[in-house]
C-alpha cells in the first residue's frame, strides 16, 4: 500500500484472517474496515461525510458485540458467529450494523475503487458515482441524492487522489487493486452467508 495510505490503515483486507470455513475474524475485520473511513479523509469530500459517520457507527455497534462477553472472547470472534447468536437472541443490533457496513460503506468503496483502477480516463466522481447509484443510491431520498451529487464536484482529480495514496503508476494500482480485491472478497463471504440463512431479512 502507498506511504499515505500505509501510515492510515493499520490491517489490510488481505492480512483479515478468514478460516477454511469462510468465518471471518471479527476484531481484524473491523480494524480494515477503519482503514476504509480514513481513505475517505483523503478524498476530502463532503458528499463522503455521512457515508464516513454511518461507517463508523456500525463498526461501533458490531465491536461492541464482539467484546460483550469478556470472560470467553471467542464466543463473537467471527462476524459468523455473532451473525448467528444474534439470530437466536433476537436483538439483531449488530447483525444489522454489519449489514450496512457492508452494503452501505464497503461495498461503495470497492466498487468505486475498481472501477477507477479498470478506467483510467475516467475521473473519481464519475468512478465513485456510478458506484453510489449501485449502492447507496436505493436508500436515500430525492434531497440526497440531488446533495451527493453537488457534492461529488469536490472529488479531487485522479492524479491528485493517486498521488496522495501512493502514486498514479503500476506498481501503486496494482497494491490498491490487491486491498480492493480482498475487501471484495470477504463480502462476497458476508452475502453468501446472510443469504443462506436470511439473515438480512427484516433489517
Known sequence: MSKTLEGLITRRFQDVTVSEAGHINTAEFLEAAEGVVKLFDILESAAFYPVKTDMTANIKKVREKSLSNPSDPTVYDTLQKIITAEAKEGDRTATQGLLWLKSRGLELTAMALKRSLENQKETLSESFTEAYNKTLKQYHGFIVKKMFGVAMMACPDRETFY??????????????????????????????FYASGAFDKGL
Open 163 to 192: 498521488k496522495k495514496i501512493g502514486g498514479d503508476n503500476e506498481g501503486a494500482h496494482e497494491q490498491l487493486l490487491a486491498w480492493v480485491t480482498a475487501l471484495q472478497g470477504l463480502l462476497n463471504e458476508l452475502n453468501i
